[in-house]
């Protein structure tokens, strides 16, 4: 018996936000964000040599507390023993790079993701095009600010993204520092996913949480550096970084995701209610003094 996991909003593809998010600024809100955790996932598979080879919106797999999940490894190939190219062509047509349908020989690597990427962003915000499968290699879709009610970074993210050209098509790790992601990782959850606001807040399990985390880190001896912990709320760290077993231990940043993940609210609010649980210990503890 194999248990999964169960995102229950199912695919991006499912979603069919051209039809159903009408505000075309909401929607590139909801693109940026799967872009972004799509990327995040295609940078650790190319760091190691891997290429997924079918990124398109049914393999994005997406729940209601904002978690996007890259699925389908089945046509995923690994770059050996230092080749630089691959020469099997898999994956689904219509997503296709053209490195990946020319006529000559198939010559391509980890960048074929990224202009998969591209037309996944495409289709999300614009819907699926009633076109020939190879179609977008032919004439790949230009975004223009002005003509597609889409901000400046959004267009030039995606277009790219679709650089007919892979030596000149940047690599998930370059566009992980697009100006577009980073004005989407500037807008808080709950604006950018309006699913999020369909769950209530879990309140009596997200105190419980927040007071086993304060309790733990009374227990901690700290210094002052600022690695891997969150910004606005923790400046110190714990200076243990393994646990007894030998394994690696959560950060600061992971423990509020978790905790997030759980309750079914977003970090952001999970880093207020921290913030008010904190003042209200001190208080009582100044009322005792």
């Known amino acids: 018996m194999m248990a999964l996991e169960f995102l229950d909003l199912n695919s991006a593809h499912s979603l069919k936000l051209s039809e159903n998010i009408t505000d075309i600024q909401q929607r590139e809100l909801i693109v940026g964000h799967i872009a972004l955790n799509v990327l995040l996932a295609l940078e650790d598979l190319h760091k190691f040599g891997f290429c997924h080879n079918d990124i398109k919106p049914e393999n994005i797999l997406i729940n209601k507390a904002g978690e996007v999940k890259l699925s ?106 697009h100006l577009w992601l980073s004005d989407i990782e500037t807008v808080g959850l709950n604006a950018k996913w309006p699913w999020l606001c369909n769950i209530e807040y879990n309140n009596e399990d997200l105190l419980f ?60 609010y999970v880093i207020d209610r921290i913030k008010v649980t904190v003042s209200y210990i001190k208080s009582q503890l100044n009322k005792t003094q």
């Open 72 to 177: 389908d490894f089945g046509t995923m190939l690994e770059l050996e023993n230092g080749d630089e190219f691959l020469y099997k062509n898999v994956g689904t047509q219509r997503f296709q790079s053209p490195e990946k349908t020319t006529l000559n020989q198939i010559k391509y690597n980890t960048k074929s993701d990224i202009w998969s990427l591209g037309i996944t962003c495409f289709e999300l915000l614009f819907g699926e095009r009633n076109i020939d499968e190879i179609s977008y290699t032919i004439n790949p879709p230009i975004l223009k600010a002005d003509k597609d009610n889409l901000s400046e970074n959004c267009c030039d993210f995606v277009n790219q993204c679709l650089c007919i050209n892979q030596f000149e098509r940047p690599a998930a790790k370059q566009l992980l520092t």
């Open 209 to 268: 949480m927040i007071s086993a985390l304060i309790l733990y880190y009374s227990t901690k001896k700290f210094n002052d550096k600022n690695s891997g912990s969150v910004q606005r709320f923790h400046r110190r760290v714990s200076i243990e970084h393994k646990h007894k077993n030998g394994g690696e231990m959560f950060s600061d940043e992971q423990r509020i995701a978790n905790i997030a993940k759980y309750a079914c609210c977003d970090k952001d």
